[in-house]
């Protein structure tokens, strides 16, 4: 693998890393703010399904969807089937709470479910991926 394709890939890894480390401190305190940790919840999951794709030379269209992400992914490793249910789950966080509307934020449970299910997702990938691409 050649540099520039490794540092693209470890450059999106890193970027994932710190969005999940954002929605675990916007969790934290006496007035968490649970929008926007979802929010990175999802963003911590693109990014590490486009590290993927990155990694094997699958071209992606600017999207926030992971349903379309994931099923790229599928032609590489079918086992991202198992995580079609999650990618569902996450994918309308990119935009649910970002602005004004009757629900202005999840409820406590909810964004521990999504930090949770976002995690294990980038779990997952990131065991699908070679040691020499990980920050």
Known sequence: MNEEKRTEVRNWLIKSRHDLGSARRLMEGDEPYLDTAVYHCQQAAEKTLKAFLTLHDVPFE????????????LAVAPSFEHWRDIAEELSPYAVRFRYSSDVLEPERGEAEDTL?????FVDFILGLLPDEVKP
């Not at 600017?62 to 992914?73: A, G, I, N, P």
């Not at 949770?116 to 294990?120: E, K």
């Open 116 to 120: 949770q299910h976002a995690q294990s």
């Open 62 to 73: 600017k999207t926030h969807d992971l349903s379309v992400l994931l099923e790229l992914s």
